[in-house]
């Protein structure tokens, strides 16, 4: 019999629909029901393509034993992290203050009023490693419910309490200036893996809003140093085995220092991210592994995470059936030099140079992730698409890792964003295409009719959690870098109907800091609030950017102040820990840039001269500048207002800071006046 689970849309609760655990969504209903009954609450957190909660669910949830002791002791509430990351946000940090480490699965103990008391992540059926067996936890919290309550609800109620009283040090309402944009970079610098890329050890993330920072400053300032260890970070990436060589896009992170073996899932928040980053290291380079592989990541999201709505799926898990039916992580992506012969014959051990196969392997039983290790070998250009195009063929015939088809907001923010500026830099409107459809899927089934935004769908049905910060900023960041690209005003009004609920529901009034979730919110324990990124920028800060974004396109001073009072917290926080503020750190460089206003008029949209000086303004590199396309007189954009044709030919307008360049109808010019 499926259990409560059954009726829910997101893919990760779907999977635990036939558990005989008896879970609840999170909801008020589930909490009544502990109160009525008089048990703890067991909240199990996690999501799609998370390993260890596939291993745990199967260890546990699906044991039947186990299942009957948690149905009789506790009620238990399943959560979807990527659905609810509020509920996760809270939780997490009681669980990371409790035990000084986090992770997920995420396993937490609670009062009937929420209130957390025992915390955990991953526990074995039996003892192991020094860690109790999943049973002999629920047996400890159980007797202690029962003969300890007491003392159970006092320590509840002191870390509800402790979380409540948990306020960040905002650091004041004023932006950061030269001197901490500076001293940021000096910290990162100091961070650097000068070696292999990256910043800090094993396990190691690509660092893609740092990398936006980097290149910013570096289109800023001229300092070389901060665009070497972008373009040299990027370049170790890209050959490293957590890029895939066959497939395009990027998986979740490295086991190892080197890059050579990845957690092999691929998120689409990672992959609209790195997308963008590797496109704007071509801009400000002319790198041809950075076009490259911009495309092929472009293209993997488009084949593999596109759905039939037109919105992009959450993820790829990282294990697939390895052909015996055994569920292994990266069977779909390894290979041994015997599969190597099977596949090309004489051309294996040319295959096993170019790709860093070895006899003893690179990943598990002698199995290689697939690189593109330096080399001084001369590889025919020709033989080695010929190679990958067989090899991805013969993995096309292997079983696929499963997807998780839930569209969230934020990341379709993200993924908007990449593949417009992708698809007008490199003449794809197959991309801008795609973004457009993924943005018309947001607008038509993710916002009601007061520009509220819900945070998933699936399959073209919304489900019910209330979009957080990232959703609302991350969209609308999307829906700017369309209003560049496209010269459709209408993704500029969206942007603002949006953020005019930043402004109203997310911000405090007094401080200017920014709240994840919205005043009218459900309220938990504490009211989430974090300024730093984590796998993608931190909402405080995206809205920060698309704040400071959409002010440049319309003048609106209310959100050029909100998005200068809410950079306050990257003036505190940028100098001592930039790796994990550097979405406010590119803000910041915008912001100190102008950011610049370029507005592009033509006697009509498809007017080759105008076309051309509308992609020179797309492609400068003054940091966050902001393009508005159209004819003159169009009431598209603030920014065409009064912008005539000089001389009856397309023109171009540069401005910044109330002030502004002469008119040019020269690209030439145009492209100096932002590269400057």
């Not at 008391?117 to 074995?124: I, V």
């Not at 979740?252 to 691929?266: A, G, T």
């Not at 839930?406 to 990341?411: G, N, Q, R």
């Not at 999307?478 to 005003?489: D, K, P, Q, R």
Request: proline share 6%; charged share 25%; with cysteine.
């Amino acid at each position: 019999m499926p259990n409560r689970l059954a009726h829910e849309t997101s893919p990760y609760l779907l999977q635990h629909a036939d558990n005989p655990v008896d879970w609840w969504p999170w909801s008020e209903e589930a909490f009544e029901e502990a109160r009525r009954s008089d048990k703890p609450v067991l909240l199990s957190v996690g999501y799609s393509s998370c390993h260890w909660c596939h291993v745990m669910a199967h260890e546990s949830f699906e044991d039947q034993a186990t299942a009957d002791y948690l149905n009789e002791h506790f009620v238990n509430i399943k959560v979807d992290r990527e659905e609810r990351p509020d509920v996760d946000a809270v939780y997490m940090e009681a669980v990371q203050a409790a035990t000084g480490q986090g992770g997920w699965p995420m396993t937490v103990f609670l009062t009937p009023e929420a209130e957390p008391f025992y915390f955990g992540t991953y526990f074995p059926p039996a003892p192991r490693h020094g860690m109790p067996s999943f049973r002999q936890v629920l047996e400890g919290v159980s007797h202690a419910w029962r003969d300890r309550r007491e003392e159970v609800t006092d320590v509840a109620g002191k870390i509800a309490r402790d979380l409540a009283g948990r306020e960040i040090g905002f650091g004041g309402t004023e932006a950061p200036g030269e001197q901490e944009l500076a001293q940021a970079l000096l910290g990162l610098t100091r961070e650097y893996d000068a070696q292999r890329g990256g910043f800090g050890g094993a396990p190691k993330f690509p660092p893609s809003m740092v990398i936006e920072f980097l290149l910013r400053h570096h289109a800023r300032t001229g300092a070389e140093g901060a665009l070497q260890m972008a373009q040299d970070t990027c370049e170790r990436m890209a050959r490293g085995g957590i890029y895939d060589q066959l497939g395009g896009g990027f998986a979740r992170y490295s086991v190892d220092r080197d890059w050579i073996v990845p957690h092999f899932e691929k998120m689409l928040y990672d992959n609209a991210l790195l997308c963008r980053v590797y496109a704007h290291l071509w801009r400000a380079t002319g790198s041809e592994l950075a076009r490259r592989v911009a495309l092929e990541t472009a293209d993997f999201m488009i084949a593999e995470l596109r759905t039939e709505q037109g919105g992009f799926a959450s993820a790829l898990d990282a294990d697939s059936d390895d052909g015996t039916g055994r569920h292994v992580e990266g069977a779909y992506y390894v290979w041994t030099p015997a599969q190597l012969r099977e596949v090309l014959g004489d051309d294996a051990e040319l295959a096993a140079q170019y790709f860093g196969v070895t006899e003893e392997g690179t990943f598990e039983e002698g199995a290689s992730v697939l690189q593109l290790p330096q080399s001084d070998g001369v590889f025919d250009a020709e033989k080695a698409e010929s190679v990958k195009r067989r090899l991805r063929a013969a993995r096309a015939e292997r079983p696929a890792p499963g997807r998780d088809d839930k569209i969230v907001a934020a990341w379709n923010g993200l993924a908007i964003a990449a593949l417009a500026e992708t698809g007008a830099y490199f003449d794809r409107p197959d991309l801008v295409e795609a973004a457009v459809a993924a943005a018309d899927l947001l607008v038509r089934v993710h916002l009601d009719d007061h520009a509220r935004l819900a945070r998933t769908s699936k399959d073209g049905r919304v489900g019910g959690n209330a979009g957080v910060l990232e959703d609302y900023a991350d969209v609308a960041e999307g829906f700017l870098a369309l209003t560049s690209v496209t010269g459709e005003g209408v993704w500029l009004e969206f942007a603002g109907l949006l953020l005019d609920h930043v402004l109203v529901r997310f911000t405090d009034e007094k401080t200017g800091a920014l709240f994840d979730t919205a005043a009218d919110a459900e309220q938990l324990i504490r009211r989430p609030q974090d300024p730093t990124d984590n796998a993608t920028p931190s909402g405080w800060t995206a809205a920060a950017g698309a704040l400071l974004s959409y002010a440049a396109h319309t003048g609106a001073e209310p959100h050029r102040t909100a998005a200068e009072r809410a950079l306050g917290v990257v003036k505190a926080l940028g100098p001592r820990v930039p790796r994990f503020i550097g979405w406010g750190l590119a803000v910041a460089e915008a912001r100190l840039d102008g950011p610049r206003e370029v507005a592009v008029v033509g006697p009509a949209l498809d007017d080759e001269a105008a076309q051309s000086l509308h992609h020179t303004a797309l492609l400068g590199t003054a940091p966050g500048a902001v393009v508005a396309y159209g004819v003159p007189g169009s009431d598209e954009f603030p920014l065409l207002a009064d912008r005539p044709l000089a001389g009856g030919e397309p023109t171009a307008y540069v401005c910044r800071n109330f002030t502004c360049d002469a008119p040019t109808t020269d690209p030439e010019r145009l492209r100096a006046a932002l590269n400057a």
